[in-house]
């Protein structure tokens, strides 16, 4: 806490400071040019005075238990002697002088303003300090600016605990005696502690109700080089919960756990902040995967998510009213389950719905989805989702993702009316889906016009989604009698190859505006072409490896425009590398 009053000078003659002098010749002038604007004080001595000082001070109260950081600033000029000096005199009850404590040797010569700061410890019979900014002993004037004095808070006490299956929750915790449940690390915990689990199968859930502190996280993760599972099997757990569940909590890091068989959800966010979920393993869940509700300042990196959503049709990770995030680094896959790959409803891999917020989906694997499966009556549940619902979901990045085999690559919806918009879309690639990116996606018949707004789809290689629709970009999908409204989409730089019905389709009806097409690599057929295109083979490296890199004779080599095209490509390869911008994921 700040002990110092007008620690600036900038209020009166100057407040709060007073002076004491032993000289003839000393003046203080206030007042002086401060070091960024505002004002300073000084001291100065015309002549040197043998054994005299001069000096600005302030007395505070101060406990004696505690340490203080003494800092300011000093300029100096022309000083000859002893020199000038900041230091803390220590005072007894009776204002009686104990001890000093300098933070500085003394200051001579001439020098530009300098930055000073110490560490000092209170006698021990203190209760008062004294503030002293002096000029002893010399000729020659010095400054004083922008003072502080403080208490020193000491970094909080953290504790390691241990959990292994051959503890007990009887014991402390520590490494020779750990616990044997993590539920009971998680009701001890305080900010800056971490839980080291060890190698084997836990059959429990885990309810996290103790929050860490902004510079004070809470870590849980396994002892290294240890496997460690969290099972939910024969764990019945209510509505809207998880396995590893979280509500309330702020600053938790749940790192590097495989949480498998969890009859509601896998780990569970709700109104929590500052939250890091990464490399779990994450497996046979009924409801999501991963989801976070109401949330705040959210990570979900590099996780992998395997066979999750067996019985609700929602998202296999999902953000819900949930704001400032990011979902990178995941590989989520294989949503069928024991042969049955058409069971209720499917899973959607990312879903970022319900008025979530100023997010970033990014460098993402997203892929075998239940679909088609040349059923031509079941359709895959979507890559990566953006549903307006009945709020507005806006400011989502997409952008560095790999996804195939789902049904649509990217979907954008508002389902019951709500609204979608600044939405960008790029550097993904996205294959042998149903779609690749379709706005709108899905809207219930007999709900309110939604409105899907300022989207921009760039420089992404979308190729052979030959299931389903088998279109490439799809805008404008009628359903209901009160379909979506879009406004302002633009679909530049693009590699569009092979969907074997359209390249891009759209609808012309009421309700779809300001859709700008422009500078698209379009080969196959296409009911839009929009202006600047080339129709042409893109030339892959290798198509039938999947690898989508260009070839030097590509006709898509400084063929994009700058409009809109992000500043990297797939590989994070700085665009343009040539004069001018290549057109799909990949820069050449």
Known sequence: MQELKNLGFEIGMPNDWQTYSTGKTHKYTYPEPGRVGGYSVAIEYLTREIGKVAIWVQNVDIDRTKKYKLSGWMKTENIIGTGASMKVDWKDINGQFLSSSAIMSRQKGTISWKYFEGTVTPDQNAVKATIVLDLYDCSGKVWFDDMSFSDIIPPPITNIFYVATNGSDNNPGTESRPFRTIQKSTDIVNPGDSVYVKQGIYNERVNITRSGSVNSIITFKPYSGHIVTIDGSNISLPIYNGLIDMKNVSNIKFSGFRVIDSNKEGIALRNCNNITIEDNYIRDTAWNGIVSWKG???????????????????????????????????NIHHGDVAGDPHRYGGADGIGIKDGSKNGKVYENKVIYLPYNFGQPNVHGRTGIYIDGWDSITSNIDVFNNLVHHTGAGVGISTEIGGIAKDIKIYNNILYENEVGIIAPLHHEADKPAGLIQNVTCVNNTIYKNDTGWKYGIFLGRVQG???????????????????????????????????????????????????????????????????????????AINAGTSVEAPSFDLDNKKRPQGTKFDIGAYEY
């Open 481 to 555: 009698t009160t379909p979506t409204l879009l406004d302002n989409v633009k679909v530049i730089n693009n590699i569009l190859s092979k969907n074997p019905k359209y390249q891009i389709f759209k609808v012309n009806r009421s309700g779809v505006t300001k859709i700008l097409i422009d500078h698209n690599l379009i080969f196959g057929p296409s009911s839009e072409l929009g202006t600047n295109y080339i129709r042409s083979d893109p030339q892959f490296v290798n198509e039938t490896n999947r690898n989508f890199h260009l070839k030097s004779t590509s006709p």
């Open 296 to 330: 705040n300042n959210i990570i979900i990196d590099s996780n992998e998510c395997e066979r999750c959503v067996t019985i609700a049709g929602t998202e296999i990770v999902s953000m819900q009213q949930t704001q400032n995030f990011q979902v990178k680094n995941n």
